[in-house]
């Protein structure tokens, strides 16, 4: 534990924090007495982490994620758990049990999730440096909504011990600031090999971004601008690809013909996972406990259906009917063939080219309510999903605005190459900057 105490008493108007720390502890290193913000779904010791969900209302965890030591350890203040979409399913930041978090750009609309509450934090100023987790999206999409840099490492740089799992073999631990520098620093210090976790990779990351991509070929993708994408964001995500081509990198069109199947099978995969990942939550092992004086199915049922949200019920049932005798080899054993082809699609296209950029979001911020419909709603995760079923680092930096709102500019790289993406990232804000 640190030796200094930093005071931390925000103006929370987003409601982007569920729970501040108003004396957070430091002590010496590269991030001494930096405040970082850690979203809900990671535990950390001594302090409430409930993935903005009443199951998990009043949980204390008795230790620290990998990720929250690693912080510690260089000196960092952790200042409070930020707001999310109910154990990460949700792309607005509205399914959180506690209340939505605002978007500081307008506060009409949404942040964007699951992340929203780490990305509303910094894009308020509140807090430098933020982490997020990202299952199909969650950093990226809320990064590109408020309007600063968030990146989703390769799968397996930042260790899981600690994140409480949705989608387990989908989802990583990132960061998420204003700039690419800050992204970069943080993911210098959370990104260590960790034996605890059996998916880690011996693969530490010490890197200056820089602004030279001369000969950097990057690959467009035609369905990231197809059926679907805002055209105006499109246009301001091409203006963006240009200004990479003006510093030096060349810009090869391309096709990804998976991305037609990428939603599905995301969806199928970590609802799935999720199905399972949360059967452990039954009112036994953590949260509020059951009515002991009722039958334990009874029991059990009212305490997960009232301890649940809608769209975690609703995940939870599909995914336990996608894995059932009869019906797993139509939904999970398809899904899990097309996320191989996507992986085969990354794999011919990253022989041809070193990047692919696209827009993040398809659209800008939703303003609240906007889109009721789950599929809808499914539907806006279709350019950051690929790169889950993939496993590949992707960034979102912000490119622009469309009616005074955020833009992102999503670059995706190969496996183990997250120094290229920031490289990329870093040369557009820089260049943008001049």
Known sequence: MGAETLDFRPDDKYHAFLKIVPEAQYGPGRLSGVPVAVKDNISTAGIETTCASRILSGYVPPYDATVVSLLKAEGAAIVGKTNMDEFGMGSTTENSAFGPTLNPRDPGRVPGGSS???????????????LGTDTGGSIRCPAAFCGIVGLKPTYGRVSRYGLIAYGNSLEQVGPMAATV??????MSVICRHDPRDSTSLDAPYSHTPTMDIRGTRVG????????????????????????????????????????????AAYYVTCMSEASSNLARFDGVRYGPPPDHRKPWH??????????????VRRRILIGTFALSSGYYGK??????????????????????????????????????????????????????VP???AGIPAISVPCGKVEGLPVGLQIMGRWLEDERVVDVAYAYEQGAGQ
């Open 298 to 311: 009874e029991a059990f049922q009212e305490r997960r259906r009232e301890g649940f949200g809608v769209e």
């Open 387 to 389: 790169a889950n079923l």
């Open 181 to 186: 520098s800050g992204v970069n620093l943080l």
């Open 116 to 130: 929203g509450g780490s990305a509303a934090a910094v894009a308020a100023g509140l807090v430098p440096l933020a």
């Open 220 to 263: 467009v993708p035609e369905e990231f601008f197809g059926e679907g994408v805002e055209p105006r964001v499109a246009s301001v995500v091409w203006d963006a690809i240009s200004l990479l081509e003006r510093k030096g990198a060349e810009v090869v069109t391309c096709r990804m013909p998976s991305m037609e199947y990428a939603l």
């Open 331 to 384: 939904y999970y054993a398809k899904a899990q063939a097309a996320r191989r082809n996507v992986r085969r699609d990354f794999l011919r296209l990253f022989s041809e080219v070193d990047v692919i950029a696209g827009p993040t979001m398809p659209t800008v911020a939703f303003r609240f309510g906007e889109k009721s419909d789950p599929l809808s709603m499914y539907l806006s995760d279709i350019l950051t």
